[in-house]
Structures are given as structure tokens and as C-alpha cells.
């Protein structure tokens, strides 16, 4: 290709052209914030990880009460306690991945470690999800066949005597509401953050696959 | 960080700033996002510079953490727009060396050469700074053998953009 090998003679030659910065301003650069996707997933990658294993200290403690009250202690302890070991493998293998990233890996490798850091992060909200999702059904499902306890256990925690036949049926159908419109909001605010975050990324990535094939 | 290391950094960064301003105007479309990119790139280097063992040249460690930075890390500000003004100014050549053909087709194949997507830039670039086949596979981690075709296949790329 002639003119490639045009443009490659000429290409030393063009090197005055650039700007040429004084050692001071190259020195103050030293000293400025980052502003790499990397630095970003990390911030938000933490914040997913304390909201999600901050959201127990965050559950009123009424709420626990009524549990204990419906016999259902035992089964929360275990969850909780299992839960939490699950959270502290995730944060190290998080942290594995995330001091793995190197620029001064090759390209490929780069992005592949970033990929992987953000994928553990996934699983993890995955794991979230699922575990809210198990632990609403679970409750509802001891709601609905202890509903005179629930009763009671509303009426002494919160000093309501909800007399309307509907109530429980109320109760349970706007639990469930809940539970899916903070699932939407959250699958919202993924596609919006990461969406940005790594749509160049990925499609890069992505490029670089091709070549290989 | 001690005052040598950021003096040794600074001094070997400000000989080889050309390689840094060669990537920054491939993947940049004007100046503010030229100086966002150098700074960028600058401070990954720096960040890096501590491990730079030195057992292969400042430079060419550079071109890795250059691109690394370029076509992962950095992500363009949403606030600008995309302006092709700073290129058409820049680029004027000292006109009087070289011929108008010459200098039409140069500007030209540079032109076709940013049209490309981030990774194949990233392979003529390195063409271009005449690196062989093996450094450019080991910067990008793809085999040697697959670097080559592409090259072939981006040639064949160009030659579609400058004759329709």
C-alpha cells in the first residue's frame, strides 16, 4: 500500500509538530486525578458493595420482632450468617481482581482483567437479588400461612388492628410491588452506569476477540 | 514518592512526549481532549513509573501504557463535542518541504487512518512508529501470526475509504 508507506517515511518527520511541553507542566500532571473508567468501577463497585451488605443494618428492627414472633429467628440467623460468608468471598475475590489490573499489561489482558473485576461485582448484586427475592417469598410465605400470628404480632409491635378482611391480601400484594420495582430501578441504574462505563470496552474487547478467530 | 523518582520520570516523559502527543492526536478530534488524554496518560505512566524495571526502553514501555490508557481507560468527556477543527489546523505541514501531491495524500491517508476503530488505529500506529510484527502482537496480546493478517486485512480497509 503506497501511500501507507508514504505516510510511514513521513512520519519522523512530522515529530516537530506536536506541542512541546515544558518540564513544569508535565510536572504539575504528575499531581492531577485520574479520570480512567478503572477508578470509576472501583468507586462504584464498593458503593454496591456496602449497599448491599449494609441493607440488614438498615431493616428496622419492628421488622424484627414480627419475624421472631412468627417462629421464623432460627431460619434468619442461619440465612444472615451464610449470607455474610458469601458477601466476605465475594469482597476478596473483588479485590483480587481489582489489584490485578495493570496498564502495563498487554491490551488484551487489561481489558479482560477489568471485565472480570466488573463481573464479580455482577454476580454479586446477582447473588443480592436473588437472596431479597428468596428471602420475600420465604417471609410472605410464612405471612400467609401463620396470618393470625402476623396479625397479632402487628397488633402488639404496632398497635394496629387491621379489621378489614382485605388486609392480608393488601399486605401481600404490595410487598410483592415493592419487591419488583426496586429489582426494575436497580436493573435501571445497570444499564445506565455500565452502559457508559464500558460500552467502549467492551466493543474493543470484543475487536480484539475477532482478530483471534 | 521521592524527589528523584519524579525527577527521573519527568525528564525521560518530557524527551519521549511525542509518543504520548502521536496517540493523543490519533484518538483526539481537538485540543482540550488532546490535553485531557496527554494528562491521563501522563498519570497512568506516572502510577506505573515505580515498577518501570527499565529492563526495556522508557519508550517502549511507554507505547504500551500509551495505547493501554487510549483505547481502555480513558473515556471522553460527554460535554464536548466532536470537533475536527484542531486536525485541520494542526496538521499544516511545513508546506514548503514537500510538494502539494505528496502533502494532499499524506493528509489524505491520515484522515482514512482516524476513520478506523480504536484497535486497528492501535495496529497502524505501531506500524507506522515501525515496530515489528512480535512487538506489536506482545503490546496487544494477540499472536504474531493474527497481527500480520490483520495488518493485511487494514490495508485492504484503508484502501476502501480513500477509493470508494
Given at each position: 500500500?503506497d ?11 512530522r ?13 504539575d ?13 472501583f ?11 449494609g ?8 421488622s424484627?420482632?414480627v ?10 440467623i ?91 391480601t ?44 | ?20 502527543h ?40 511507554m ?29 499544516k505541514?511545513?508546506?514548503?518541504e514537500y ?43 494477540i ?22
Open positions: 500500500m501511500q501507507l508507506e508514504l505516510l510511514k517515511q513521513n512520519w519522523k518527520k515529530e516537530q509538530e506536536y506541542p512541546n511541553l515544558s518540564y513544569d507542566q508535565i510536572y500532571m504528575l499531581f492531577k486525578k485520574s479520570t480512567s473508567i478503572v477508578k470509576w468501577i468507586i462504584i463497585s464498593v458503593l454496591e458493595l456496602l449497599f448491599w451488605s441493607l440488614y443494618f438498615i431493616t428496622p428492627k419492628d424484627f420482632e419475624i421472631e414472633k412468627l417462629g421464623m429467628k432460627t431460619f434468619m442461619v440465612f444472615n450468617v451464610i449470607h455474610y460468608i458469601i458477601v466476605l468471598i465475594f469482597i476478596y475475590y473483588f479485590y483480587k481482581n481489582y489489584v490485578s489490573i495493570k496498564v502495563t499489561e498487554n491490551t488484551k489482558t487489561l481489558m479482560e482483567r477489568i471485565l472480570s473485576t466488573r463481573r464479580t461485582v455482577r454476580y454479586f448484586v446477582i447473588y443480592n437479588v436473588a437472596a431479597f427475592a428468596t428471602t420475600l417469598i420465604v417471609i410472605n410465605y410464612f405471612y400467609y400461612t401463620k396470618s393470625d400470628v402476623l396479625m397479632q404480632a402487628l397488633d402488639e409491635t404496632y398497635g394496629i388492628v387491621p379489621d378489614d378482611p382485605q388486609f392480608l393488601i399486605f401481600l400484594i404490595s410487598q410483592i410491588v415493592v419487591g419488583v420495582i426496586l429489582i426494575l430501578l436497580l436493573l435501571l441504574f445497570y444499564r445506565l452506569v455500565y452502559g457508559i462505563l464500558l460500552r467502549k470496552l467492551k466493543k474493543n474487547y470484543k475487536e480484539l476477540e475477532r482478530i483471534e478467530m | 514518592m521521592s524527589k528523584e523518582l519524579e525527577h527521573s520520570f519527568v525528564t525521560q516523559l518530557e524527551e519521549n512526549q511525542n509518543i504520548v502521536k496517540i493523543c492526536r490519533l484518538y483526539t478530534n481537538d485540543a482540550d481532549a488532546h490535553n485531557d488524554l496527554f494528562q491521563e496518560i501522563t498519570i497512568q505512566l506516572w502510577k506505573a513509573f515505580p515498577k518501570f524495571r527499565g529492563d526495556s526502553k522508557f519508550s517502549t514501555w507505547y504500551r501504557v500509551g495505547l493501554n490508557t487510549a483505547i481502555t481507560l480513558y473515556r471522553k468527556s460527554k460535554r464536548r463535542p466532536d470537533t475536527h477543527d484542531f486536525e485541520s489546523v494542526s496538521f505541514i511545513t508546506a514548503d510538494d502539494d501531491t505528496v502533502e494532499v495524500q499524506l493528509r489524505l491517508m491520515y484522515d482514512a487512518v482516524k476513520q478506523l476503530n480504536d484497535i486497528d488505529k492501535a495496529l497502524v500506529f505501531l506500524y507506522l512508529e515501525d515496530k515489528n510484527y512480535r512487538e506489536i502482537a506482545d503490546t496487544l496480546g499472536t504474531e501470526v493474527n497481527a500480520r493478517v490483520k495488518m493485511n486485512r487494514i490495508k485492504e480497509k484503508l484502501r476502501t475509504i480513500l477509493n470508494p
